[in-house]
């Protein structure tokens, strides 16, 4: 089995006819077979679909037909991406078997610059958690050690890139769920500016939070794909209408000159480890030994985000579930054996097809959602952590007066181990403490691979910019991966534990 | 106006439940509570923050109404739609009954 390359070279060798993408395609599925039934990334595997699109692409090669630039690349969808005619799940039993009428809008990009879709990806239950451990149809590990979780929400699109089933995958981050599992994983995952890839066809969880983001190998192809998803649409009317700056643009320049802002309430965020605020010190040494300007920033509203966040998400939330009612698609609850008979009426119908088609995380947030919005605490609760939105706002406003990118760290320690943290959901959230602010602001961030802990396990360093900072944040995460300790790899992509 | 620092009840939980249609058995009920109760009582911290006179923020883009012209275009092919349903009738989303109403 030879070793997977990344989706710049598949796509060069794809498109000069040096190799064929159904060869390329053919070895990731042998990877896949080989190790899927340890890992679990995938809710669904395409690969007789996978095949016919790559002899598809050969064929445009062979009639002389630009292939695009992820000609033959294989890609993982989150399975809260909408595929046409493909199922898509969010993990959730309220979904499950449900065809979309339609395709995401990144998905019809991928297709038309040539990538190859494997499979859908497991993810907590409609992207809420930090494990995979909340969907209905079992967790994900980490392909670094089985008895780890990946992370999550994208936990099987982090677990797909780590084990070599695909170069590529998209993810969904509403608080942390591409960067957290990407730091978990060992690979790069970056959440872009908000509004500047289309949600069209990413099935919705908080809506002011949530963006479509890469998953890769390397920091470069990160920023390849990213290019192909970002762009104007028009069936987004949150999506911006500028053309984005080049993901692209500033690879290779270093960062001789830039000022980086280490941010302190991150730095010193509850529960980090120790080896987490090691190497986010060592990355500094090194942006600093590189060029960098490196000095300490303050965020003070940081220090809020958590709490901030965990209103305001679920608050959206119960809001986008509330469509879930067993009318138009989904599951219908309820109904009687033999006859099929519908419950009595549509309010029972509602109350027992969200009570079985939902588990029990969702159920949390709706329930917390419904009350931060209910009549005699919207102001207490959801109104107050709008207010603390506004704060964190003006803080990186000025912060970014000083410094051109901040570094934090992407998660509070290495993977834990699976079932470690479901009994008490408080601790579970104390994960995303690192990647909310960026989630609140509509800021990118991304999650560098920034060597492994005493557990032999990767972790991760995160580069934070402006809004349509994405260019710096590349240049800086391409130093950061220039300069970055040996990262882990996983033994399914020929490294050794 | 209600502050942060009364608990929630399991009347309260039992509340949003029926607001958010979900029912919750007993045992439910009682988990959900103290989860909850967990998750609020560490978003406390916000109450110590001054936000006198700040506005608040809804969304992280300046949002502004997005028009456009009225042009007839495809829709979804009602056939691929309805197929999805768990129950349809003559072309429409068929459900329980709605009101008491003789069937």
């Known amino acids: 089995m030879s070793a997977p390359t990344t989706a710049r070279g598949i796509a060069a060798e794809v498109r000069s006819g040096a190799r064929r993408?159904?060869?390329?395609?053919?070895?990731?599925?042998v990877r896949i077979e080989a190790h899927e039934g340890d890992v679990h990334a995938f809710n669904l595997v395409l690969a007789d679909a996978a095949r016919a699109q790559a002899a598809a692409i050969d064929e445009a090669v062979a009639a002389g037909r630009p292939p695009g630039p992820l000609a033959g690349v294989p890609v993982a969808l989150k399975d809260n991406l909408c595929t046409r005619g493909i199922p898509t799940t969010c993990s959730s039993r309220i979904l499950e078997g449900w065809k979309p009428p339609y395709d995401a809008t990144v998905v019809q990009r991928l297709a038309a610059a040539g990538a190859v879709f494997v499979g859908k990806t497991n993810l907590d239950e409609f992207a809420m958690g930090s494990s995979t451990e909340n969907s209905a149809f079992g967790p994900t590990a980490n392909p670094h050690d089985l008895s780890r979780v990946p992370g999550g929400s994208s936990g099987g699109s982090a677990a797909a890139v780590a084990a070599g089933f695909a170069p590529l995958a998209l993810g969904s981050d509403t608080g942390g769920s591409i960067r957290q599992p990407a730091a978990l994983c060992g690979v790069v995952g970056a959440k872009p500016t908000y509004g500047l890839v289309s949600r069209y066809g990413l099935v919705a969880f908080a809506s002011s939070l949530d963006q479509i983001g890469p998953f890769a190998l390397d920091v470069a192809d990160a920023a390849l794909l990213l290019d192909v998803l970002a762009g104007p649409d028009r069936r987004d009317s949150t999506c911006l209408a500028e053309t984005a700056p080049s993901a692209s643009a500033r690879l290779g320049e270093g960062v001789d000159g830039l000022r980086i802002g280490v941010v302190r309430e991150l730095a010193d965020a509850e529960g980090l480890s120790a080896e987490v605020r090691g190497r986010l010190t060592e990355a500094a040494d090194a942006l600093s030994a590189a060029g960098a300007k490196v000095a300490e920033v303050s965020i003070p509203a940081a220090v809020y985000g958590l709490s901030a966040y965990y209103l305001i998400a679920p608050a959206e939330a119960s809001s986008n579930l509330a469509r879930y009612d067993g009318v138009r698609y989904g599951l219908r609850a309820g109904r009687a054996a033999g006859t099929g008979d519908d419950p009595a009426d549509v309010s029972a119908m509602y109350t027992q097809t969200r009570s079985a088609g939902f588990g029990a995380e969702v159920k949390r947030r709706i329930m917390l959602g419904t009350y931060a919005l209910s009549a005699g605490y919207y102001d207490a609760y959801y109104g107050k952590a709008?207010?603390?939105?506004?704060?964190?706002?003006?803080?990186?406003?000025?912060?970014?007066?000083?410094?051109?990118?901040?570094?934090?760290?992407?998660?509070?320690?290495?993977?834990?181990e699976l079932?470690?943290?479901?009994?008490?959901?408080?601790?579970?959230?104390?994960?995303?403490?690192?990647?909310?602010?960026?989630?609140?602001?509509?800021?990118?961030?991304?999650?560098?691979?920034?060597?492994?802990?005493?557990?032999?396990l990767p972790l991760g360093v995160q580069v934070l910019a402006p809004a349509l900072g994405e260019a710096v944040m590349f240049q800086v995460a391409a130093a950061l991966e220039a300069c970055a300790p040996p990262v882990p790899v996983s033994p399914m992509r020929g490294g050794s534990r | 106006m209600a502050t942060m620092s009364a608990r929630i009840t399991t009347q309260d939980v039992a509340h949003v439940a029926q607001l958010a249609r979900l029912e919750l058995t007993e045992e439910e009920l009682e988990r959900f509570t103290g989860?909850?109760?967990?998750?609020?009582?560490?978003?406390?911290?916000?109450?110590?923050?001054?936000?006198?006179?700040?506005?608040?923020?809804?969304?992280?883009?300046?949002?502004?109404?997005?028009?456009?012209?009225?042009?007839?275009?495809?829709?979804?092919?009602?056939?691929?739609?309805?197929a999805a349903a768990p129950s349809v009738e003559a072309d429409r989303f068929r459900v329980p009954r709605i009101l008491g109403e003789a069937p």
């Open chain 1, 21 to 29: 993408a159904v060869d390329v395609v053919e070895e990731h599925l």
């Open chain 1, 419 to 456: 079932g470690a943290k479901t009994a008490d959901p408080l601790t579970m959230y104390l994960n995303d403490v690192c990647t909310i602010p960026s989630n609140l602001v509509g800021h990118p961030a991304m999650s560098v691979p920034f060597g492994g802990g005493s557990d032999g």
């Open chain 2, 35 to 82: 989860q909850l109760a967990a998750v609020l009582e560490h978003a406390r911290d916000v109450e110590a923050l001054d936000t006198a006179g700040v506005a608040p923020t809804a969304h992280p883009l300046p949002l502004r109404n997005v028009l456009r012209d009225d042009i007839v275009g495809p829709s979804l092919p009602r056939a691929e739609v309805l």
């Open chain 1, 386 to 416: 709008q207010q603390v939105r506004t704060l964190m706002v003006r803080d990186f406003e000025a912060a970014y007066r000083d410094f051109d990118v901040l570094l934090a760290p992407t998660a509070p320690g290495t993977a834990f």
